[in-house]
């Protein structure tokens, strides 16, 4: 098995489980996913098959979610899974405010990371040390949030904001709602989250992972999942190189540096990397 599956992952679970019900499931162990889900979460979950676990890390790092901001509510996850820290009525919020306050959130920001996260300290993750009780000290990161469109707001005591946000890799959503709430002095945090694209990957192509089984089993290619690459395609002299380890001459190469995608005939054959008239491998697939 080859290739990758656009997973929509169902609510309750982690993207380890997921994994690990895809593994017993199509009895393959090489199984990876892009880019971690929270098991309150759920939507795209970009999975990789076999060799293609090794191309994992150059699917694209743009996303796109819609989440559900609760204010007046501030938690130990910075979502709804989390403890009550505090709570406070915030009927007076108007969506005007709002908004004003969104622009802020918007291009290249600091964000810290949620307390329960997957970011590893000194080898342990995050969510382990917060569940033992200890309290790290974790820098800011700079993330990249592309736009914010305001689908829906409730009114209330605990009025709700549902958005869709498009952002960069590395961008916390639970974060960004319990900043948000922080931003308009009532606190925040997120009430439910789909993530609608990632890797290159949509939810309306997706499929549950109860469909998925060794006879029904709907691969795509690292062509069509890697989209955002140039591919080019290799001789049968060129792959012998290629297979090789070697560099291999090709003209018409994109500007140096520049990360491509490798095929011989319909087959994904690696990812190279351009330097001059040469195809430099960086990752090579036999598989």
Request: charged share 20%; glycine share 10%; with cysteine.
């Given at each position: 098995?080859?290739?990758?599956?656009?997973?929509?992952?169902?609510?309750?679970?982690?993207?380890?489980?997921?994994?690990?019900?895809?593994?017993?499931?199509?009895?393959?162990?090489?199984?990876?996913?892009?880019?971690?889900?929270?098991?309150?979460?759920?939507?795209?979950?970009?999975?990789?098959?076999?060799?293609?676990?090794?191309?994992?890390?150059?699917?694209?790092?743009?996303?796109?979610?819609?989440?559900?901001?609760?204010?007046?509510?501030?938690?130990?996850?910075?979502?709804?899974?989390?403890?009550?820290?505090?709570?406070?009525?915030?009927?007076?919020?108007?969506?005007?405010?709002?908004?004003?306050?969104?622009?802020?959130?918007?291009?290249?920001?600091?964000?810290?990371?949620?307390?329960?996260?997957?970011?590893?300290?000194?080898?342990?993750?995050?969510y382990t040390l917060a569940r033992a009780g200890e309290?790290?000290?974790?820098?800011?990161?700079?993330?990249?949030?592309?736009?914010?469109?305001?689908?829906?707001?409730?009114?209330?005591?605990?009025?709700?904001?549902?958005?869709?946000?498009?952002?960069?890799?590395?961008?916390?959503?639970?974060?960004?709602?319990?900043?948000?709430?922080?931003?308009?002095?009532?606190?925040?945090?997120?009430?439910?989250?789909?993530?609608?694209?990632?890797?290159?990957?949509?939810?309306?192509?997706?499929?549950?992972?109860?469909?998925?089984?060794?006879?029904?089993?709907?691969?795509?290619?690292?062509?069509?999942?890697?989209?955002?690459?140039?591919?080019l395609e290799l001789n049968e002299a060129q792959l012998?190189?290629?297979?090789?380890?070697?560099?291999?001459?090709?003209?018409?190469?994109?500007?140096?540096?520049?990360?491509?995608?490798?095929?011989?005939?319909?087959?994904?054959?690696?990812?190279?990397?351009?330097?001059?008239?040469?195809?430099?491998?960086?990752?090579?697939?036999?598989?």
């Amino acid at each position: 098995m080859f290739g990758f599956l656009n997973l929509n992952k169902p609510p309750g679970c982690t993207s380890h489980d997921c994994i690990n019900e895809l593994r017993r499931r199509l009895r393959l162990k090489r199984i990876g996913h892009g880019g971690t889900l929270d098991p309150m979460a759920t939507g795209v979950l970009p999975i990789a098959l076999g060799a293609a676990t090794r191309l994992l890390p150059y699917l694209s790092d743009r996303k796109a979610y819609i989440g559900t901001v609760r204010f007046g509510i501030t938690t130990t996850t910075d979502d709804i899974t989390g403890n009550i820290c505090q709570e406070q009525a915030a009927s007076h919020l108007t969506l005007e405010a709002i908004e004003e306050q969104l622009r802020k959130f918007i291009g290249k920001i600091e964000q810290y990371p949620p307390a329960y996260s997957a970011i590893q300290v000194d080898g342990q993750r995050l969510y382990t040390l917060a569940r033992a009780g200890e309290v790290v000290s974790v820098p800011p990161r700079i993330v990249e949030v592309y736009s914010i469109d305001v689908l829906n707001w409730q009114a209330g005591r605990y009025p709700e904001l549902t958005l869709r946000i498009t952002c960069g890799g590395g961008t916390y959503i639970r974060a960004l709602a319990r900043d948000l709430g922080a931003a308009l002095g009532v606190g925040g945090t997120l009430a439910a989250l789909q993530r609608i694209e990632s890797g290159g990957l949509r939810i309306a192509e997706s499929h549950s992972l109860e469909s998925i089984s060794p006879e029904h089993l709907p691969l795509l290619s690292p062509q069509a999942v890697l989209r955002h690459l140039r591919w080019l395609e290799l001789n049968e002299a060129q792959l012998k190189d290629w297979y090789h380890g070697r560099a291999v001459l090709f003209e018409g190469l994109p500007a140096a540096e520049t990360l491509v995608g490798v095929t011989f005939g319909d087959t994904c054959v690696g990812v190279g990397i351009s330097g001059g008239d040469r195809l430099h491998p960086k990752v090579v697939l036999k598989e």
